[in-house]
């Protein structure tokens, strides 16, 4: 069953606008992944969130964790069309047998 | 490349028949997850194994199953398929429990 719901489900920007995403999710986490998937290619790990991190940078992402709220959010900035891709953010429960739970993605495309 | 292989990349079979998709993890990772991702959906986990035993079960048809070998490559077998098999199969592996994982390239079946 799928615990994270990410959000909006499409965003469309110009390139260099920032882009936002959210993730939602139901029970107790021990860390939260992002990935991002070119069309039809493999996943790509991006960034990995322990439950007491709050944010988390890795070049133009910035990642933040809001444990209370059981929500993550994606902050793509400055972005370019390099950066259409869908991305899906993934936990990891805190009392799982170590599977990802995924969500549906969120398809992002950026108009140059 | 995320150093996770499988092969092979395409297959075209009929309804009815079985096919193997092979994945070969990362040099040292000895978790592997097998996920199916039909078009434009999100990710559903089927199974993983860890150093050669199964660990989780997600939402994976009796008509599959998997195996983990000593060397710690995994294949997936899917058998009696149907059109509705058709799909993308990725393979992934992590280093540890909790960790990112890092995706093959997929293999995309096609069942006419």
């Known amino acids: 069953s799928q615990q994270g719901e990410e959000d909006p489900q499409a965003l469309s920007i110009q390139e260099g606008e920032n882009a936002t995403m959210n993730c939602s999710y139901k029970?107790?986490?021990?860390?939260l992944q992002w990935y991002r998937q070119n069309s039809g290619r493999g996943l790509v790990h991006l960034i990995l969130i322990r439950s007491n991190e709050r944010e988390k940078h890795s070049g133009r992402l910035r990642v933040t964790l809001d444990t209370s709220k059981k929500s993550s959010s994606l902050l793509i900035t400055a972005s370019r069309a390099a950066d259409t891709a869908s991305y899906f953010c993934a936990t990891v429960p805190m009392d799982s047998n170590y599977q990802l739970i995924w969500g549906a993605g969120t398809k992002l495309i950026i108009k140059p | 490349d995320s150093g996770v292989t499988q092969t092979p990349k395409h297959l075209i079979t009929a309804t009815g028949q079985r096919v193997t998709l092979r994945c070969s993890p990362r040099?040292?990772?000895?978790?592997v997850y097998w996920y199916q991702q039909s078009l434009d959906q999100g990710l559903q986990f089927l199974i993983q194994?860890?150093?050669?035993?199964?660990?989780a079960k997600g939402n994976i048809l009796e008509r599959f199953s998997a195996q983990q070998f000593p060397d710690l490559h995994s294949e997936l077998n899917l058998s009696s398929l149907e059109l509705g098999d058709s799909a993308l199969y990725f393979c992934?592996?992590?280093?540890?429990?909790?960790?990112?994982?890092?995706f093959g390239p997929g293999t995309r079946l096609t069942v006419l």
């Open positions: 992934a592996s992590s280093p540890a429990y909790r960790s990112g994982q890092f």
């Open positions: 040099s040292g990772d000895l978790s």
């Open positions: 029970t107790s986490i021990n860390n």
């Open positions: 194994y860890y150093n050669g035993e199964e660990r």
